[in-house]
């Protein structure tokens, strides 16, 4: 058992002050209690309009990272780390990416999705250990995921990845004068006390999980995963996704559902390809190879391929 020398205090870390406008939460009617986490949450939006420029500088070097054969890992514990492990898990049916491009690692392990393992964020070594495992190297991109800053599993991550020159990111709920982090991109989503004091699955996990889908969704659009909104890498793998697929050729190419549906077979269901074949004419081999070549960009290949007749596919 700990001793009360060795418990850190932490009370002056924004993620465990006490919110003036929950004080009576206990007291509230069902109605009043909904409101007033309508009105706490809308500072979750508001905390990720401040830091738009660190987010921004993540999409663009993670991108790059990732073009020159890096890969992106998300380490938290808690309910940080099962948002990092739930964003890396959504990629690859949205974007059709390797399951390896894009992973969460929790403390913990597997176990701790579904069973509440917190006290395995106290390990910095489990951190260090867990990028060792990875082969974490100069190109992948780490992303520390910690409400209040101070989780050691995470700490200890971070410092494994900065050593073994990885790119580095902080994204964390309290300002960085209270706890300071020596990375590439320090992102802060600073919310405010929680409804419940130190209950930061509320505000603090709404505002992570809309900067982590802003993150790998703006890396996957900068990757050529999407056309103009549509998700054009998308793997047909059940029924809804082969309808928006076949919604998406139609929409985009004028075909009526039939020709899309053919269009869709010959291209061994890629829409992607698909299109690309279409406004070119090439053949799924050529346009493999077109789309290699411009790293997976549709409309850079279709510019390209294009460029000395009449424009193709929709501007």
Known sequence: MESTEQVIERGHLLTEQVNPNSHNLDELTALDMV??????DAQAIAAVAAARSALAEAIERTAVALRQGGRLFYVGAGTSGRLGVLDAAECPPTFCTPP????????????ALVRSSEDLEDRAEDGMEAI?????????????ISAGGTTPFVQGA?????????TTVMMACVPAEQVPCEVDIDIRLLVGPE????????????????????????VMVKLGKVYGNRMVDVAVTNKKLHDRALRMLQDLTDLNREAAAFLLEKSGRRVKLALLMHWTGVDAETGDRLL????????????????????????
């Open 100 to 111: 390896e491009l894009v992973q969460g690692i929790i403390a913990g392990g597997a176990g």
């Open 292 to 315: 290699a070549e411009h790293h997976g960009n549709l409309r850079q290949a279709v510019r390209i391929y294009g460029a000395g007749g009449s424009e193709l596919g929709p501007r």
């Open 195 to 218: 409804i419940i004091a130190g209950s930061t699955r509320l505000k603090a996990g709404t505002a992570t999980k809309l900067a982590l889908n802003i993150l790998s969704t703006g």
């Open 35 to 40: 409101a007033l986490f309508n009105q706490e």
């Open 132 to 144: 060792a495992h990875r082969q974490i190297t100069a190109l992948d991109v780490v992303v520390g």
């Open 158 to 166: 971070l410092r494994a990845a900065r050593q073994r020159g990885a």
